[in-house]
């Protein structure tokens, strides 16, 4: 989603009016509704600066990655609440009625889910307060990535953006099956949230198949974008940049193949090579 904005261009030395495109940024509010000894109780869960469409795959996913749920039959209904505001008329709640209630306990959630559009962690209480739910590992030898696939996805990925090209400002994330093909697409100006809009999506048509299947997303790779992944069981992720130092240590925890600074002729392996096949 986008919008037409008078700018000033300089270029070959002179100064023109034009209109850009620039990507829209809107804040969404999260709630969720739940029975709490027989009765509802409904919480603001979180606040995400957001690209407006495809809400119900975010929360889809927010919920999914965060390990508030386990399966999105847990899901009752999702539903934008609220009156239509601003200057593009957009609905900016949404509530989601939950019912696996008696497995619900807010006050053992201890991250504080109040996140912003450039970076996850850094809205968080405390790097103290970042557990890991998952237990298990990822697959340690599957899926098999050709080099040629991973060069090609970044491509793919932006060959596939709708808004990309018209705004040049925004992020996306994009599953892949091991030959390169792209399954699955989502945009937005935060880099979590397209993640997140791109995982539930993914989940909502039964598409996840993680021994089959990599990921790749724009820009750099941190912790939290790992995590999310991680809670897929795919083990195998694409940044554009370069990982964080605590981004490789989780990926080598779970036995995830994590690679960086793709270009058209190289990229960098930052954990367990074991899945590229460099012959």
Same mark, same amino acid.
């Given at each position: 989603m986008n919008s037409k904005y008078k700018v000033i261009k300089f270029k070959k030395n002179k100064f023109e009016k034009i209109d850009d495109?620039?990507?829209?940024?809107?804040?969404?509010?999260?709630?969720?509704?739940?029975?709490?000894?027989?009765?509802?109780?409904?919480?603001?869960?979180?606040?995400?600066m957001r690209t407006p469409g495809h809400d119900e795959d975010l929360v889809r996913g927010f919920l999914f990655n965060e390990q508030i749920i386990q399966n999105l039959k847990e899901i009752e209904s999702i539903e934008s609440v609220d009156e239509k505001v601003g200057q593009y008329k957009i609905q900016n709640k949404i509530l989601i009625t939950l019912n $696996? *209630?008696?497995?619900?306990?807010?006050? @053992?959630?201890?991250? !504080?889910?109040?996140? $912003? *559009?450039?970076?996850?962690?850094?809205? @968080?209480?405390?790097? !103290?307060?970042l557990e890991i739910v998952k237990k298990e590992k990822t697959f340690k030898s599957d899926p098999k990535l050709k080099k040629e696939v991973i060069i090609e996805s970044p491509s793919i990925l932006r060959q596939n953006q709708s808004e990309f090209s018209k705004t040049g400002g925004i992020h996306a994330s994009g599953l892949f099956s091991s030959d390169g093909k792209l399954i699955s697409l989502r945009e937005d100006v935060g880099r979590h949230n397209a993640l997140d809009k791109m995982i539930g999506n993914a989940l909502n048509e039964n598409q996840?198949?993680?021994?089959n299947q990599f990921i790749t997303c724009s820009g750099r790779l941190n912790f939290e974008l790992v995590q999310k992944v991680l809670m897929t069981n795919i083990g195998l992720m694409i940044g554009v940049g370069a990982p964080t130092s605590l981004a490789i240590d989780l990926a080598n925890r779970f036995d995830m193949t994590l690679i960086g600074f793709v270009k058209e002729d190289s990229f960098n392996i930052y954990t367990n090579n074991q899945k590229v096949i460099v012959n």
């Amino acid at each position: 989603m986008n919008s037409k904005y008078k700018v000033i261009k300089f270029k070959k030395n002179k100064f023109e009016k034009i209109d850009d495109l620039i990507s829209i940024e809107e804040p969404l509010e999260i709630s969720i509704k739940y029975q709490d000894q027989n009765e509802w109780v409904t919480k603001s869960l979180s606040i995400t600066m957001r690209t407006p469409g495809h809400d119900e795959d975010l929360v889809r996913g927010f919920l999914f990655n965060e390990q508030i749920i386990q399966n999105l039959k847990e899901i009752e209904s999702i539903e934008s609440v609220d009156e239509k505001v601003g200057q593009y008329k957009i609905q900016n709640k949404i509530l989601i009625t939950l019912n $696996n *209630s008696k497995n619900i306990n807010i006050s @053992k959630i201890k991250r !504080d889910f109040l996140t $912003n *559009s450039s970076c996850g962690v850094c809205g @968080k209480s405390s790097l !103290d307060a970042l557990e890991i739910v998952k237990k298990e590992k990822t697959f340690k030898s599957d899926p098999k990535l050709k080099k040629e696939v991973i060069i090609e996805s970044p491509s793919i990925l932006r060959q596939n953006q709708s808004e990309f090209s018209k705004t040049g400002g925004i992020h996306a994330s994009g599953l892949f099956s091991s030959d390169g093909k792209l399954i699955s697409l989502r945009e937005d100006v935060g880099r979590h949230n397209a993640l997140d809009k791109m995982i539930g999506n993914a989940l909502n048509e039964n598409q996840i198949d993680p021994k089959n299947q990599f990921i790749t997303c724009s820009g750099r790779l941190n912790f939290e974008l790992v995590q999310k992944v991680l809670m897929t069981n795919i083990g195998l992720m694409i940044g554009v940049g370069a990982p964080t130092s605590l981004a490789i240590d989780l990926a080598n925890r779970f036995d995830m193949t994590l690679i960086g600074f793709v270009k058209e002729d190289s990229f960098n392996i930052y954990t367990n090579n074991q899945k590229v096949i460099v012959n």
